[in-house]
């Protein structure tokens, strides 16, 4: 069996499969590696994140994640860890976006929220949590959806812990 490499305690067969070290606070904190992320820009709703290792640095280096659409406006020179290609500005001729003016001092206070459940409700839910039910279960037995059940029994934790 293995054994940790910080406080010899044994390891978890699967543990040791990836790991030398056991779960403890002192060893997790002696022995973990921080991971380098890097944030590969593939399109413009959303970035990939990729663990930065050496197979990584080739893709980027050899230009895998670039944009196609937009290959002859990239430039191809080194990657430097830890740096993005800053976003296109606006185009020439055209003002950015700004927000729309409000007047000073004059705010509308936000409506209340409006729950779709009586309290009776969320307490049932908060009880049926508490006894291991799980929330299709809690909604099917109050007659509502997973995810109003789901609320109810945070909102009913957050009111407790008040």
């Keep these: 069996m293995a054994k940790c490499v910080t406080c010899g305690s ?12 056991c779960t403890r606070r002192e060893c997790r904190e002696q022995n973990a590696r921080p991971l380098t992320i890097a944030a590969v820009a593939v399109n413009k709703s959303a970035d990939q994140y990729l663990v ?33 290609a800053a976003p296109a500005g606006p185009t020439p001729g055209t003002r950015p976006r700004t927000k729309p003016r409000t007047k000073p001092g004059r705010r509308t206070p936000a409506p209340p929220p409006r729950r779709a459940w009586t309290k009776a409700q969320e307490d049932l839910a908060l009880i049926y949590s508490a006894r291991g039910m799980r ?28």
């Design 52 to 84: 930065l290792d050496e197979q990584t640095r080739q893709d980027l280096a050899a230009g895998k994640y670039q944009d196609q659409r937009k290959s002859a406006s990239v430039s191809t020179g080194p990657l430097r860890e830890g740096t993005r």
């Design 135 to 162: 929330p299709d279960e809690i909604a099917e037995r109050l007659g509502v959806s997973r995810s109003t059940a789901t609320e109810m029994i945070l909102a009913a934790r957050s009111r407790a812990n008040r």
């Design 10 to 21: 044994e390891l978890h067969p699967e543990r040791a499969e990836k790991y030398n070290y």
